[in-house]
């Protein structure tokens, strides 16, 4: 079993629609949870952290984490051209101990179509 | 400016060579990382060092050595053990010990001719 899925897409979408890209993690005893954006051919970006059940919004980015389900989403309102690249979802694999090791899933990459 | 620095961009290997990427920041964190990125494949570690002088192995350490003598760096060296070194080597650095919050460094793109 994969410690983290994501549909790896494509996920095609309107410019200003609403794209929702989700996450599931298999270790119940994560804690950290992060999503980070990827332009093809350059490094991932961190967008969005989040630490505790609910919502969590910054800007047009919305990340929803359940951990009684084990799902971590990531909301993007008002979609835009420029938000077209692959979204990597992040989990923290060391409860309890200071090595943040990260596990990534292998990204959902997201079209914004005009 | 504070951030993470790789070099070279692009890196270029014949087999049976040995090759060290670099990997410089300026933001004073003490934890550094090493992933590797295939196509289509999720970020995989390599290496990690929570300190100065010492370091561990991450998930696919095979073929691979790191060093860091300084807090600022943390060179990775390819060697000619590692069978399969075409891909994308990304470096990360940690702020603090409460949240895992990895930012990266542009990367390197390492082929094997």
């Known amino acids: 079993q994969k410690e983290v899925e994501q549909n790896s897409g494509p996920l095609s979408v309107p410019e200003g629609a609403i794209a929702s890209l989700n996450c599931t993690y298999s270790?119940?005893?994560?804690?950290?949870f992060f999503w980070y954006r990827q332009y093809s051919g350059k490094s991932p970006e961190l967008i969005m952290s989040?630490?505790?059940?609910g919502d969590k919004e910054d800007g047009r980015f919305t990340a929803q984490l359940n951990k009684a389900s084990q799902y971590v989403s990531l909301l993007i309102r008002d979609s835009q051209p420029s938000d077209s690249a692959t979204y990597l979802c992040?989990?923290?694999?060391?409860?309890?101990?200071?090595?943040?090791?990260?596990?990534f899933g292998r990204g959902t990459q997201l079209t914004v179509w005009p | 400016d504070g951030g993470i620095t790789q070099s070279p961009k692009y890196l270029f290997r014949k087999e049976g060579q040995n090759v060290t990427l670099s990997c410089e920041q300026n933001?004073?964190?003490?934890?550094m990382y090493w992933y590797r990125q295939d196509p289509g494949q999720g970020l995989r570690l390599i290496y990690y060092?929570?300190?100065?002088?010492?370091?561990q192995k991450g998930d696919i350490a095979e073929g691979y050595s790191v060093s860091r003598e300084k807090k600022e760096s943390f060179p990775l060296t390819v060697t000619s053990a590692q069978k399969n070194p075409t891909a994308f080597y990304l470096c990360?650095?940690?702020?603090?010990?409460?949240?895992?919050?990895?930012?990266f460094g542009p990367g390197t793109r390492l082929t094997v001719l």
């Open positions: 990360a650095s940690r702020a603090g010990q409460t949240y895992n919050e990895q930012f």
């Open positions: 270790d119940r005893v994560s804690q950290s």
């Open positions: 989040i630490y505790s059940n």
């Open positions: 992040a989990v923290n694999r060391d409860r309890g101990s200071t090595l943040g090791r990260l596990y």
């Open positions: 933001l004073n964190h003490d934890a």
């Open positions: 060092s929570q300190i100065v002088n010492d370091f």
